[in-house]
């Protein structure tokens, strides 16, 4: 099975600065898909990034964007200009169109935002 | 962007008690559901894969008895908990597969279950 590690179990980044939290994954598919998901203390899951992995292009969505380094399995967020309501659980996900499209989770970053 | 309904948001039963839990797909038709648990502090855990129309598919580990999980329609997935102890308190997630492919999944908003 897919694994996902995700090494950092909390950051910290000051208001308008700007955070990168760490992804990597192992896996011996060539087709995939990654996420970013975000989860405050609602407990909603909201997307916040996704990459397909024959991009070689790297996502951006507005100040999220990532680093996705294929051959080293690395796939990390990066969040400019840090906003108070960008605290939260963060999760890097994994998903293969070869076991059911399901997921598979790593163990989670909770970003603290200092004003 | 598409909608996720999970019901109820909070549910406390006495033990020994079983507990339905709904995952409804708003606007979107859903061949694929999913139902993870979530220990406090801790990451999804998957749990089943639920297939319109056909059985669920239970990770190693978890309990099919104990879970029971149809999913009877392209809109909806119930997880039942059967006989449930206080060991089941948890927070239970689905989320759904847009059956148009479009290879994006959404989440309900969860269902935290409080077994005394």
């Known amino acids: 099975a897919q694994t996902v590690t995700q090494s950092q179990p909390e950051m910290s980044v000051q208001e308008a600065e700007t955070v990168t939290l760490s992804c990597t994954y192992d896996t011996s598919e060539s087709d995939y898909y990654l996420f970013w998901y975000k989860q405050p203390p609602s407990r909603q899951m909201i997307l916040v990034i996704r990459?397909?992995?024959?991009?070689?292009q790297n996502a951006t969505e507005n100040r999220f964007s990532v680093n996705f380094q294929k051959a080293a399995k690395s796939f990390s967020l990066k969040i400019s200009d840090s906003q108070l309501g960008d605290a939260a659980m963060y999760f890097c996900a994994y998903r293969s169109p070869n076991t059911g499209n399901q997921f598979y989770f790593g163990t989670g970053t909770s970003l603290t935002v200092i004003p | 962007g598409a909608v996720v309904s999970q019901h109820p948001s909070w549910v406390i039963c006495k033990s020994g008690t079983s507990v339905k839990i709904e995952c409804r797909s708003l606007?979107?038709?859903?061949?694929?559901m999913f139902w993870y648990r979530q220990f406090p502090k801790q990451s999804l855990m998957l749990m089943a894969t639920?297939?319109?129309?056909?059985?669920?598919?239970?990770e190693q580990g978890v309990e099919k008895d104990k879970f029971l999980i149809n999913h009877a329609s392209l809109t909806l997935s119930t997880l039942t908990v059967t006989s449930a102890h206080p060991e089941d308190s948890s927070f239970y997630i689905c989320?759904?597969?847009?059956?148009?492919?479009?290879?994006?999944?959404?989440f309900g908003a969860g269902t935290r279950l409080s077994v005394l």
């Open positions: 606007d979107f038709q859903a061949t694929t």
């Open positions: 990459q397909e992995a024959y991009k070689q």
């Open positions: 639920s297939n319109e129309g056909s059985k669920a598919t239970y």
């Open positions: 989320s759904a597969r847009d059956r148009q492919g479009k290879n994006i999944q959404y």
